[in-house]
């Protein structure tokens, strides 16, 4: 880890990452040569956007645009590149990814960093379980090129050449935290009060204020993802319909089609079966926003130009992939800094 004492500039730091980061190197070139091989175009989006994403707990950063006149108007550093990306759907391309810059605020930790690259890919007229063949591929083409022989993190290991195990967020629940998660949610209306007291008997703290979401996430966080992705990776598919704001939902109305990626205990991605119900995604960004609000007193703006272009998005799924975290993992850093080859600065808080 690096620390205000010790920058990542100085030679010595430097030279003890620079295994780290020659790996990300050799990783990032497999990975377009993976697409490359799939045929698909990689666009470069861009960072500045009228709305950072409309998710009540991820925070963004903001900063002002000026016109000739001199009059400003916000804009924001992007959380993530989908806007531009569904954009560019609807605009014809068929199967795009990108290496992207993103940005959230508030977060940083061991896998956690406040600025860090999204390896994100869609594909138009495909099924949300092709990205699952996908995220196959790619970790073990990038693993190849690290020349990991094994993912590890914090004394966990997982095979990437390994076919993944499929397990629904029901099926993980049940397992690992005995509960039956699906009899928390009456029709499409989640139950708080009946999460909340099968949380307690897992011993996860309850507050007043804890949603439903929020205990899902508390479970999820303390019971479900140390077991996940051991041996090899986890694919945790079938996730609720009140935690996939951005996807379709399946016949059974109380799922959505949502999955995410884990190996060693650690999230890697999350792909989606893409909502294209421009009136449904508003409103599911109005009650993200109204959520945000609740918590942190503050919200983002909608995106109009967004929600026009999905009228004219084809059918598709995506899926963003933490790339950052996926070369700790080939490489065996403990720390996500030591995979970035600059840092963002902590003396920032010391001054």
């Known amino acids: 880890m690096i620390d205000a004492a010790s920058p990542w500039w100085r030679p010595d730091v430097h030279a003890d990452r620079r295994p780290y980061l020659k790996a990300r190197t050799r990783m990032a070139a497999a990975a377009r040569g993976f697409f490359a091989s799939k045929s698909f175009t990689e666009v470069d989006t861009a960072i500045l956007q009228t709305s950072p994403g409309n998710e009540a707990h991820i925070s963004a950063f903001a900063t002002q645009i000026q016109n000739e006149a001199g009059v400003s108007a916000p804009l924001y550093l992007h959380s993530s590149p989908e806007f531009a990306s569904k954009k560019l759907l609807a605009a014809g391309e068929e199967k795009i990814f990108s290496l992207a810059h993103v940005f959230r605020n508030r977060e940083r930790g061991r896998l956690h ?3 860090f690259t999204l390896l994100e890919w869609y594909r138009a007229g495909a099924l949300y379980q092709r990205l699952i063949e996908d995220c196959a591929g790619l970790l073990a083409a990038t693993a190849k090129a690290a020349g990991a022989d094994l993912l590890s993190h914090a004394g966990a290991i997982a095979d990437p050449f390994e076919e993944f195990e499929l397990l629904s967020v029901a099926e993980a629940f049940d397992r690992y935290a005995g509960i039956d998660l699906l009899a928390t949610i009456d029709g499409l209306k989640p139950n708080r009060d009946a999460l909340a007291a099968k949380a307690r008997t897992c011993g996860v703290r309850v507050v007043p204020d804890d949603s439903w979401s929020d205990l899902f996430s508390k479970l999820l966080s303390a019971k479900i993802e ?20 951005l996807a379709k939902l399946q016949p059974d109305q109380r799922l959505a089609e949502r999955f995410e ?8 991605a999350n792909g ?16 993200e926003m109204a959520e945000r609000r609740r918590i942190y007193g503050e919200a983002y703006p909608i995106d109009e130009d967004f929600l026009s272009a999905l009228a004219l998005m084809p059918p598709a799924s995506g ?9 700790m993992l080939a490489t065996g850093a403990s ?5 970035l080859w600059t840092p963002v600065a902590r003396s920032v808080f010391a001054r």
């Open 113 to 115: 960093h406040p600025e």
């Open 226 to 245: 140390p077991h996940l992705g051991h041996g090899r990776a986890t694919i945790l598919m079938d996730y609720p319909a009140s935690e996939a704001a």
């Open 261 to 268: 990626l884990y190996a060693c205990g650690v999230e890697l």
């Open 272 to 287: 989606f079966g893409e909502l294209t119900d421009a009136d449904e995604q508003r409103r599911r960004f109005e009650e």
């Open 319 to 327: 899926v963003a992939l933490g790339f950052d975290r996926l070369v």
């Open 335 to 339: 720390h996500i800094e030591q995979v």
